[in-house]
Each structure stands twice: as structure tokens, then as C-alpha cells.
């Protein structure tokens, strides 16, 4: 398993936050994923064999929010 974490812009609220997760946790190859409304980071941990991070981008650009940065 590998990790990485994204900033994510236009969460403003707890359930925001919890929605981005959710659907973090759906995309292909995703093990984990929680999200930190404070820092508005969202971190993953993926199988590396499945997952693609253009999955992840439209699984959160599709809830409104904007997958801005990598590390
Ligand atoms: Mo409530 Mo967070 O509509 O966008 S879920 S502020």
C-alpha cells in the first residue's frame, strides 16, 4: 500500500468533509481515506496495482469540490 495526500478546495463544513471521504473511499483501489477539514487535506492510502489518480479527481470534482494539489 502507498500513500498520498491532496488539498482539497471548497469544503466548508463537517459534512463536507465526511462526503469527500465517502466518496474517497469508493474509488478504485482506495484502502483508506480520511480528510482533515481544518488543514482541507484529504489523505489516502491506494493500492498501487488499481488505483489511478484521474478516478479519484472525478469522483471529487463530480461533489463540487476541487482536487487542487499533489504531494
Ligand atoms: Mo453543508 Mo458543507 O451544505 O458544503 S455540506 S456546507
Known sequence: M???SFAIEG???ASCAQT???AAKKVRGVTQASVNLATEKLSIE???STFSVENLQ???DNLGYEMVTQE
Open 46 to 48: 491506494y493500492d498501487e
Open 11 to 13: 469544503m466548508t463544513c
Open 20 to 22: 469527500v471521504e465517502k
Open 2 to 4: 502507498e500513500n498520498k
Open 58 to 60: 472525478k469522483a471529487v
